[in-house]
């Protein structure tokens, strides 16, 4: 865990991003940008494609067309750079019922920065009040303590972007304000957010992605194109 600046952060872009799943478009024409200490809102109904935008962000869904760039340069020429910068937390967790949190944390810190101590580990469990849990399974953890345990990671493994879909699901009031809290701080020292949720969440001068303008009509144009690129 670090207060220092992000020092590799940069503008992170989309460009005519389009998504298909199954036999679904689920968006088209969809561009964004998010320099350093920004941070986007990702609002739309069930199924609008919130948590598909989100993997596409995190280079786990190959987008149908456009593409990402990170400070100009294309994402897909270097995946593997994209990962050690970007944190994807999705909205199921990630918990295995028979490690510890120690375990379960520590795994992921030693993963995505080759840390994983019980110091790094317990410093993020602290921040979210959950420090006293350290040598518990993840089976017996209740649904808001294993989501704090799944946003924990984002503190023991520093990255510039965060990729977090409904964060504060199961969350009480006073952990999601200490969530909003670590975004600010996160924020201020250049890193960027991107947070789908159909609640509220105080994202202060937040851009906002309504995901309902820009879903398309099954004839969209773009589509014989988008398969051939998947294909
Ligand atoms: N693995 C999958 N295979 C096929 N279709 C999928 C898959 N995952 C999602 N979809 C479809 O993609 C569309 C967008 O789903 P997505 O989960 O991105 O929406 P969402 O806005 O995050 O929804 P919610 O608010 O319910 O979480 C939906 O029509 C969904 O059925």
């Not at 609002?43 to 609008?48: E, K």
Request: proline residues 5%; negative net charge.
């Amino acid at each position: 865990m670090t207060d220092q600046a992000f020092d590799d952060a940069a503008e992170f872009a989309g460009r005519g991003l389009a998504c298909i799943r199954g036999e679904r478009i689920v968006f088209a024409d969809l561009d964004f940008s998010l320099a350093p200490g920004e941070a986007i809102l990702l609002l739309g109904p069930n199924g609008s494609g919130k948590s598909s935008l989100l993997r596409v962000m995190a280079g786990l869904l190959r987008p149908a067309a456009g593409a990402l760039t990170w400070g100009g340069a294309p994402v897909a020429e270097d995946p593997e750079a994209h990962g050690g910068r970007s944190r994807y937390i999705g909205h199921h967790d990630a918990i295995k019922p028979v490690l510890t949190v120690r375990e379960n944390v520590g795994f992921w810190s030693s993963l995505w920065s080759g840390d994983g101590s019980t110091a790094t580990v317990q410093r993020a469990l602290a921040a979210f009040g959950i420090a006293h849990l350290l040598d518990v399974p993840g089976r017996w953890l209740s649904a808001g303590q294993k989501r704090r345990v799944n946003l924990s990671r984002l503190l023991a493994a520093p990255a510039p972007l965060w990729l977090l879909d409904e964060p504060t699901t199961a969350l009480d009031r006073a952990t999601v304000a200490v969530v909003e809290g670590l975004i600010a701080e996160h924020r201020a020292r250049g890193g960027m957010v991107v947070l789908s949720t159909h609640t509220d969440v105080a994202l202060p001068g937040a851009k906002v992605l309504q995901m309902d303008d820009f879903t398309v009509p099954m004839d969209w144009a773009g589509l014989d194109a988008a398969e051939e690129a998947l294909s």
